[in-house]
């Protein structure tokens, strides 16, 4: 048997043994990913609107953010509308977009029609282009591979050959084009670099060490030309006007290069991304793709660089696809090591302890507990005979490592983590761990409130509430307040103060109490103020305390419309005294609240709350499923970004409409327009989701509507002629409202019975008709009136019909709108409830109760967004419609059947039993899954549904407990609960005993396990 000494020291050799580290740079960059057909992109540029435009193997589109919309030419099937090819685009000053293809030429897309115009090539073969560049005078040059360099003069209409020798004989092969400030143009061709002045005298420059192809150009902003090779060089013109050759060589082709907002040269190689220092040229750091990395570099082989107008870079390439860099300066991310042997080859984090030995403990899900140094590098693994996992981490006044892990409170040594003490635990798992330094430990568990009285105590004691019983339910924050070192306590009962013997409830005062009991975060400030998180009414700030001694809260997140969701539970404070967590800030000098979104800083997964830390330099550690969340505080700014509002696309009578000028001309509606729909979007591209918007139709609507990015839509219908302006403002993704709205006029044109001229004549022909009818006698004029009049209302109420049906129609399926919904749910509200609240009588036309139920039923196409993407958005609308179709086909013609937005739909199936709902449900899923969707090129789709659904009223014993809002939130968390457990399927309530909305935190799956819920699910 191996002694303890010697087991000891096995255990410290191994925790001194090398671990293979992260790179030495561990805060890898990060990457966001737009889908695009095939992962291929061969060109991208923006317009001086704002929208992306990619070249890709499929052909050109256009990307507001939100969605990819194809860009072709016109044609009478899908292949002669297609691009193909596209390798070279460069925005036009006008607004336009020149377009170079493979094999079809020049094109321009001309904004004022939503069109593209080929232009042709110069010649009876089109040759591929592989560069495009438009001057100060309006010509666009044109690289070619075969015909050289051309010059498009647009107003002429004509091509025009540019001689371009080398040693006196033509280039034929024009890879690289730039227009210099100057007015001077640059090419770099198969065999080198030539510049042509303003006077068009055209001068070849010698490259050091001979010809080498040039594939890529890029002005600086200093006004200084950088080239890339296709032998993997970068050089510079210097200050003499000769090139240089940088130090550094790569392997491959420097295929683009573009500088950043921080002055940095990216190049895109086919070996990755090179980071080049702008000023002396010197390789800062080489990207290459990591599997091991979420949110890395997507590919290695980068054709495309592209800085956007608020300074984001834009990668693209073969395998890459499109990519945006998520460049934050406060927030990155840790993430696994790519050693499957190291302690922190899993991204899934769970516990940190920063040590006064200046190492930090990071404990992973899978159990092993990893060592950091200083720059987040893996420098060892604390040797555990076991890797349970841990719970949660602390450190004793001694430098002692407590830890909570399987069931047991230990006591460790912090450098062989050999066992002091241990002591067993009730109560699941653990939440936190706090040690004070008169030696107490307490433990906060998922079941009570747990102390150790001191090391040397022999058991762990349970803390009990100032009645005597034991504090019950989850406990999530235990904070020593600085001033007092007294113990504050959060809980899912509510907010504690330990008074020595007993915890005592912290009792708000009438209209100033906490939003919602349970407590998730406390933190007190550095000018002593206390700071409280919530799990639904989300972060609070104590003001004092009344006569009696009952505390007034201000309701922070509630008043900055924030609810609904926590702050973020882990709560630290900033130099700047700013309140931070992994998902939110607040700034009380600004009295300002920001969420972080993952969009824009690093995916860091699922949050993993209670652990986090903060550490001597400032940063703040948050753990996640994907990683760890490095926060630099004050490196921190809200977005000043005010992203301009574009029109994506319109629709008119539902189809889509091609305009005949550009709106900033306004948008002409020619007469005959039943209905008009304009898709609008906020250009920025960091977060679109988050995005909100508010709108109006000047001319029409009282009061502006408020709408965030999933209802991208202006829909009118029933218009008079006439003219409206549409306005439509938007915030950037963290709420700052942009001054760049969009203001659209509108002239709706008249039919020509609604012009002032046939208006003028009508009133004319009454008039000499009411002449004629008075000689035909006072009887017959009245009879003859009387038949008009009725003739004439006949066809007014047909009008308004129709006018009133397109209002509240939706125009892609012809199912109703929420328009129509909210002018109708309140009656069928009041019917249902009337079942239930008066007494019985036995009318004749009164339901029983278990036929009087409201069936609120919301239905999710399963991967639609893979739809578009493979099929393209004309298939995903063919599905859209033959979805409609499915519904009419289950429910009934009393039944309101919603377009709920995207490929949302909703159900209202009145006057039914809720013991049928499941049913139902499954009778439709199955509608939907058993027969393929067919598309009209007659290929056929397989389509699942996900759907979830509620009753009303949800609790028979008390019918208005659950109103409409709670009702439909309720079907909307069961419907993610659908997607959650494997989608295809469906998870609905039929019945509520006693529960009511504000006692049901809907944000996470615990819901369900409610049991006075009566829930059914498929499967």
Not at 427 to 447: E, F, K, N, T
């Given at each position: 048997?191996?002694?303890p000494?010697?087991?000891?020291?096995?255990?410290?050799?191994?925790?001194?043994?090398?671990?293979?580290?992260?790179d030495?740079?561990?805060?890898?960059?990060?990457f966001?990913?737009?889908?695009?057909?095939?992962d291929?992109?061969?060109?991208?540029?923006q317009?001086?609107?704002?929208?992306?435009?990619?070249?890709?193997?499929?052909?050109?589109?256009?990307?507001?953010?939100?969605?990819?919309?194809?860009?072709?030419?016109?044609?009478?099937?899908?292949?002669?509308?297609?691009?193909?090819?596209?390798?070279?685009?460069?925005?036009?000053?006008?607004?336009?977009?020149?377009?170079?293809?493979?094999?079809?030429?020049?094109?321009?897309?001309?904004?004022?029609?939503?069109?593209?115009?080929?232009?042709?090539?110069g010649?009876?073969?089109?040759?591929?282009?592989?560069?495009l560049?438009?001057?100060?005078?309006?010509?666009?040059?044109?690289?070619?591979?075969?015909?050289?360099?051309?010059?498009?003069?647009?107003?002429?209409?004509?091509?025009?050959t540019?001689?371009?020798?080398?040693?006196?004989?033509?280039?034929?092969?024009?890879?690289?084009?730039?227009?210099?400030?100057?007015?001077?143009?640059?090419?770099?061709?198969?065999?080198?670099?030539?510049?042509?002045?303003?006077?068009?005298?055209?001068?070849?420059?010698a490259l050091?060490?001979?010809?080498?192809?040039?594939?890529?150009?890029?002005?600086?902003?200093?006004?200084?030309l950088?080239?890339?090779?296709?032998?993997?060089?970068?050089?510079?013109i210097?200050?003499?006007?000769?090139?240089?050759?940088?130090?550094?060589?790569?392997?491959?082709?420097?295929?683009?290069?573009?500088?950043?907002?921080?002055?940095?040269?990216?190049?895109?190689?086919?070996?990755g991304?090179?980071?080049?220092?702008?000023?002396?040229?010197?390789?800062?750091?080489?990207?290459?793709?990591?599997?091991?990395?979420?949110g890395?570099?997507?590919?290695?082989?980068?054709?495309?660089?592209?800085?956007?107008?608020?300074?984001?870079?834009?990668?693209?390439?073969?395998?890459?696809?499109?990519?945006?860099?998520?460049?934050?300066?406060?927030?990155?991310?840790r993430?696994?090591?790519?050693?499957p042997?190291?302690?922190?080859?899993?991204?899934?984090?769970?516990?940190?302890?920063p040590?006064?030995?200046?190492?930090?403990?990071?404990?992973?899900?899978?159990?092993?507990?990893?060592?950091?140094?200083?720059?987040?590098?893996?420098?060892?693994?604390?040797?555990?005979?076991?890797?349970?996992?841990?719970?949660?981490?602390?450190?004793?006044?001694?430098?002692?490592?407590?830890?909570?892990?399987?069931?047991?409170?230990e006591?460790?040594?912090?450098?062989?983590?050999?066992?002091?003490?241990?002591?067993?635990?009730?109560?699941?798992?653990?939440?936190?761990?706090?040690?004070?330094?008169?030696?107490?430990?307490?433990?906060?568990?998922?079941?009570?409130?747990?102390?150790?009285?001191?090391?040397?105590?022999?058991r762990?004691?349970?803390?009990?509430?100032?009645?005597?019983e034991?504090?019950?339910?989850?406990?999530?924050?235990?904070?020593?307040?600085?001033?007092?070192?007294?113990?504050?306590?959060?809980?899912?009962?509510?907010?504690?103060?330990?008074d020595?013997?007993?915890?005592?409830?912290?009792?708000?005062a009438?209209?100033?109490?906490?939003?919602?009991?349970?407590?998730?975060?406390?933190?007190?400030?550095?000018?002593g103020?206390?700071?409280?998180?919530?799990?639904?009414s989300?972060?609070?700030?104590?003001?004092?305390?009344?006569?009696?001694?009952?505390?007034?809260?201000?309701?922070?997140?509630?008043?900055?419309g924030?609810?609904?969701?926590?702050?973020?539970?882990?709560?630290?404070?900033?130099a700047?005294?700013?309140?931070?967590?992994?998902?939110?800030?607040?700034?009380?000098?600004?009295?300002r609240?920001?969420?972080?979104?993952?969009?824009?800083?690093?995916?860091?997964?699922?949050?993993?709350?209670?652990?986090?830390?903060?550490?001597p330099?400032?940063r703040?550690?948050?753990?996640?499923?994907?990683?760890?969340?490095?926060?630099?505080?004050?490196?921190?700014?809200?977005?000043?970004?005010?992203?301009?509002?574009?029109?994506?696309?319109?629709?008119?009578?539902?189809?889509?409409?091609?305009?005949?000028?550009?709106?900033?001309?306004?948008?002409?509606?020619?007469?005959?327009?039943?209905?008009?729909?304009?898709?609008?979007?906020?250009?920025?591209?960091?977060?679109?989701?988050?995005?909100r918007?508010?709108l109006r139709?000047?001319?029409?609507?009282?009061?502006?509507?408020?709408?965030?990015?999933?209802?991208?839509f202006?829909?009118?219908?029933?218009?008079?002629?006439?003219?409206?302006?549409?306005?439509?403002?938007?915030t950037?993704?963290?709420?700052?409202?942009?001054?760049r709205?969009?203001?659209?006029?509108?002239?709706?044109?008249?039919?020509?019975?609604?012009?002032r001229w046939?208006?003028?004549?009508?009133?004319l022909?009454?008039?000499?008709?009411?002449?004629?009818?008075?000689?035909?006698?006072?009887?017959?004029?009245?009879?003859?009136?009387r038949?008009?009049?009725?003739?004439?209302?006949?066809?007014?109420d047909?009008?308004?019909?129709?006018?009133?049906?397109?209002?509240?129609?939706?125009?892609?399926?012809?199912?109703?709108n929420?328009?129509?919904?909210?002018?109708?749910?309140?009656?069928?509200?009041?019917?249902?409830?009337?079942?239930?609240?008066?007494?019985?009588?036995?009318?004749?036309?009164?339901h029983?109760?278990?036929?009087?139920?409201?069936?609120?039923?919301?239905?999710?196409?399963d991967?639609?967004?893979r739809?578009?993407?493979?099929?393209?958005?004309?298939?995903?609308?063919?599905?859209?419609?033959?979805?409609?179709q499915?519904?009419?086909?289950?429910?009934?013609?009393?039944?309101?059947?919603?377009?709920?937005?995207?490929?949302?739909?909703?159900?209202?199936?009145?006057?039914?039993?809720?013991?049928?709902?499941?049913?139902?449900a499954?009778?439709?899923?199955?509608?939907?899954?058993e027969?393929?969707f067919?598309?009209a090129d007659?290929?056929?789709?397989?389509?699942?549904?996900?759907?979830?659904?509620?009753?009303?009223?949800?609790?028979?014993?008390?019918?208005?407990?659950?109103?409409?809002?709670?009702?439909?939130?309720?079907?909307?968390?069961a419907?993610?609960?659908?997607?959650?457990?494997?989608?295809d399927?469906y998870?609905?309530?039929?019945?509520?005993?006693?529960?009511?909305?504000?006692?049901?935190?809907?944000?996470?799956?615990?819901?369900?396990?409610?049991?006075?819920?009566?829930?059914?699910?498929?499967?």
């Open positions: 048997m191996i002694r000494s010697l087991t000891l020291a096995l255990l410290i050799a191994l925790a001194r043994v090398p671990v293979a580290q992260a030495p740079s561990a805060l890898e960059p990060q966001a990913s737009v889908p695009v057909p095939r291929v992109v061969g060109s991208l540029a317009d001086r609107q704002g929208l992306i435009w990619i070249g890709t193997s499929d052909g050109l589109a256009r990307f507001d953010g939100y969605r990819l919309r194809p860009i072709e030419r016109e044609g009478g099937t899908p292949v002669q509308r297609n691009l193909g090819w596209v390798r070279s685009l460069a925005a036009a000053a006008d607004g336009g977009m020149w377009i170079g293809t493979e094999v079809n030429g020049l094109a321009r897309y001309e904004p004022a029609f939503d069109r593209v115009r080929m232009l042709g090539g010649g009876e073969r089109h040759t591929p282009i592989r560069a560049a438009e001057d100060g005078a309006g010509r666009v040059w044109v690289g070619t591979l075969g015909q050289g360099l051309l010059r498009y003069e647009a107003k002429a209409g004509r091509f025009d540019e001689p371009l020798l080398v040693d006196g004989e033509p280039e034929g092969r024009v890879l690289a084009l730039a227009v210099a400030r100057d007015g001077s143009l640059w090419a770099g061709h198969w065999r080198g670099l030539a510049r042509r002045d303003t006077q068009g005298r055209w001068a070849p420059l050091p060490e001979g010809a080498v192809g040039i594939s890529t150009l890029l002005e600086d902003g200093n006004g200084r950088w080239f890339g090779s296709m032998d993997g060089r970068v050089g510079r210097g200050e003499d006007g000769q090139p240089r050759w940088l130090a550094v060589r790569f392997k491959g082709s420097v295929q683009a290069l573009a500088q950043g907002a921080d002055g940095t040269v990216w190049a895109g190689l086919t070996d991304i090179a980071w080049l220092d702008g000023g002396s040229g010197a390789l800062l750091r080489q990207l290459r793709h990591n599997p091991h990395l979420p890395g570099l997507a590919g290695n082989d980068v054709n495309v660089l592209l800085r956007d107008q608020a300074g984001a870079m834009w990668v693209g390439g073969y395998g890459v696809g499109l990519q945006r860099h998520r460049q934050h300066p406060a927030l990155a991310v993430g696994p090591d790519a050693d042997d190291s302690p922190l080859a899993s991204s899934d984090l769970r516990g940190l302890l040590r006064r030995d200046g190492l930090l403990m990071v404990a992973t899900h899978s159990g092993p507990v990893a060592l950091l140094d200083a720059q987040l590098r893996t420098v060892g693994r604390w040797p555990r005979e076991a890797d349970t996992p841990v719970d949660n981490l602390a450190e004793g006044p001694d430098g002692s490592v407590w830890l909570a892990a399987n069931g047991r409170l006591r460790r040594e912090p450098r062989s983590a050999r066992q002091l003490a241990s002591w067993p635990l009730e109560g699941g798992r653990a939440h936190r761990v706090l040690a004070l330094p008169d030696g107490q430990v307490w433990v906060g568990m998922q079941d009570g409130l747990y102390r150790l009285p001191s090391p040397q105590a022999a762990v004691e349970r803390v009990r509430r100032a009645d005597g034991p504090l019950r339910g989850g406990v999530h924050a235990l904070h020593v307040e600085p001033a007092t070192g007294r113990l504050w306590v959060g809980a899912l009962a509510g907010l504690f103060r330990w020595g013997q007993r915890l005592v409830e912290v009792v708000g009438p209209g100033e109490a906490l939003g919602f009991p349970a407590v998730l975060g406390l933190l007190h400030a550095r000018d103020r206390l700071y409280v998180d919530t799990a639904v989300g972060l609070h700030r104590l003001k004092g305390y009344d006569a009696q001694g009952r505390a007034r809260f201000e309701r922070i997140s509630e008043r900055l924030a609810p609904g969701r926590p702050f973020g539970v882990n709560l630290h404070e900033d700047h005294g700013r309140i931070w967590s992994q998902q939110s800030v607040y700034d009380p000098a600004a009295d609240l920001d969420e972080l979104s993952g969009a824009e800083g690093p995916p860091m997964g699922t949050p993993r709350f209670f652990a986090d830390t903060a550490l330099d400032g703040l550690l948050f753990c996640g499923s994907r990683g760890l969340l490095v926060v630099e505080p004050l490196a921190f700014m809200p977005s000043r970004y005010a992203p301009p509002v574009v029109v994506s696309s319109l629709r008119r009578n539902g189809q889509p409409f091609q305009p005949e000028q550009e709106f900033a001309r306004g948008l002409k509606l020619p007469a005959g327009t039943r209905s008009f729909a304009v898709e609008f979007a906020a250009l920025d591209y960091t977060d679109p989701a988050r995005l918007y508010m139709l000047d001319g029409w609507d009282q009061e502006w509507t408020f709408t965030d990015a999933s209802a991208r202006a829909t009118y219908g029933g218009l008079a002629p006439g003219h409206y302006r549409l306005e439509v403002y938007a950037n993704h963290h709420g700052m409202w942009s001054d709205p969009l203001w659209l006029d509108i002239e709706l044109l008249p039919a020509w019975w609604q012009t046939a208006q003028a004549g009508g009133v022909a009454g008039l000499t008709l009411l002449w004629a009818l008075l000689r035909w006698g006072v009887a017959r004029r009245t009879a003859q009136l038949r008009r009049e009725a003739a004439l209302q006949a066809l007014v047909q009008r308004t019909a129709e006018l009133r049906e397109a209002s509240t129609t939706d125009p892609l399926t012809g199912l109703r929420r328009r129509y919904l909210d002018s109708r749910v309140a009656s069928d509200l009041q019917l249902s409830l009337r079942h239930y609240t008066e007494p019985r009588r036995g009318a004749a036309d009164r029983p109760d278990d036929e009087a139920d409201l069936l609120v039923m919301l239905m999710d196409i991967h639609f967004k739809i578009n993407d493979r099929h393209g958005h004309a298939a995903g609308d063919q599905v859209l419609v033959e979805f409609a499915r519904l009419r086909a289950v429910f009934r013609e009393s039944d309101v059947l919603v377009r709920w937005g995207g490929e949302e739909f909703l159900a209202l199936a009145r006057g039914g039993a809720r013991s049928g709902a499941a049913e139902l499954a009778r439709f899923g199955a509608t939907v899954r027969r393929p067919t598309l007659g290929r056929t789709l397989p389509v699942t549904v996900s759907i979830g659904f509620a009753v009303f009223p949800l609790d028979p014993q008390a019918p208005r407990a659950w109103d409409w809002d709670a009702t439909l939130s309720l079907a909307d968390a419907l993610y609960a659908a997607k959650e457990q494997g989608r399927g998870v609905g309530v039929v019945g509520a005993d006693g529960v009511r909305p504000e006692g049901l935190c809907l944000d996470d799956a615990g819901w369900l396990a409610e049991p006075r819920l009566r829930v059914r699910r498929s499967g």
